[in-house]
């Protein structure tokens, strides 16, 4: 190779190189990231976004700022909490569940939504499609749903004489009321009676859990959303004194004690999320994001539950566990 077209060569790698390396730093601008929260600080699925948003490159103090606003289990405040963050013109929008994502486009038809933990986005009206979802909003479905059927399987198998099933959920969000229907179809498929008890506020625990404590139920499941996961600790305890058999939809429940989740890993959408932000805060726009749905999924099991129960896990179930808590 002649030196000319060395350095040619040479030059328009390096140039190549430095372009690549300008593309994945964020824009230069100071960026506003607005955080619609259900729950209450703190946050480990809020701190794997951040962590995520690190890693492309953006440095909060530095060119992000977030305005966080926390509903602390009140979805009753996300209307107000929405359109406090529409009055601040962030760049974008985040909403963790579907009572948040309606609040905020509620708020706001022009600052771009990016959501996540939503069932079923189409069906709720969120989003016109999951190919092109339209208007100001995209993010990750949790494909929930779907899974009622293969949890209910799975309770069978680590408790073959279920008959009877109490259905704890939030009776006031429109994605749940989804979950819930399809879980008694689902129920009625597999031979099992579901018991619906909906639970929104905390004082309709004690009526709950007086409900299934009458009512003959041999395990629980219990849909997972902002109010029922801010309230984990006090569902799983129940589950324990009852020496219920229970299911859950995330594995902060097994983490908290209960016997075993199946779901998608929030952690990981979350860091998809952060991708999303990422990518409208680079020009992209919602309309053009097809809205994701997971493609993966995690068992978790607590072995000294199980033991605590005395119900031995079966093989295939322990087989298929990505981590199994001694």
């Not at 909490?81 to 905020?104: N, R, Y």
């Not at 859990?209 to 041999?218: H, K, L, N, Q, V």
């Not at 004194?241 to 016997?259: D, H, T």
């Amino acid at each position: 190779m002649r030196r000319r077209e060395f350095i040619a060569l040479v030059g328009g790698a390096s140039l190549a190189c430095r372009s690549r390396a300008r593309a994945q730093q964020p824009p230069r601008r100071t960026l506003r990231l607005g955080l619609l929260e259900p729950g209450a600080p703190p946050d480990p699925l809020l701190e794997a976004m951040r962590g995520r948003l690190r890693e492309l490159g953006y440095g909060e103090g530095r060119d992000l700022v977030l305005e966080v606003r926390w509903a602390e289990g009140n979805l009753a405040r996300l209307p107000e909490l929405a359109l406090e963050l529409a009055s601040l013109k962030v760049d974008v929008l985040h909403a963790f569940s579907t009572p948040a994502v309606i609040a905020a486009q509620n708020a706001t038809t022009t600052i771009p939504i990016v959501f996540s933990a939503v069932g079923d986005p189409v069906r709720t009206g969120i989003v016109s499609s999951l190919a092109r979802p339209t208007g100001n909003a995209t993010g990750i479905s949790l494909l929930a749903t779907e899974l009622a059927a293969k949890r209910l399987e799975m309770l069978k198998e680590i408790a073959p004489n279920t008959s009877r099933v109490a259905m704890l959920w939030n009776d006031t969000n429109p994605s749940m009321t989804l979950r819930a229907r399809e879980s008694q179809d689902a129920a009625t498929k597999l031979g099992v009676t579901i018991q619906s008890i909906g639970v929104h506020d905390l004082i309709d625990f004690d009526s709950a859990f007086a409900s299934i404590e009458s009512g003959r139920i041999d395990a629980l499941l219990t849909l997972i959303d902002p109010f029922t996961r801010q309230n984990r600790q006090r569902i799983v305890d129940f589950a324990m004194r009852r020496r219920l058999p229970a299911i859950y939809e995330a594995r902060e429940f097994v983490e908290s004690g209960g016997l075993i989740s199946y779901g998608p890993s929030l952690f990981t959408i979350q860091r998809r999320v952060a991708e999303y932000i990422d990518k409208i805060f680079r020009g992209g726009k919602p309309a053009d994001l097809p809205v994701e749905q997971p493609t993966t999924f995690e068992l978790f099991i607590n072995m000294k539950t199980a033991n605590a129960l005395g119900l031995p896990i079966p093989q295939s179930v322990m087989l298929r566990a990505d981590e199994v808590i001694e």
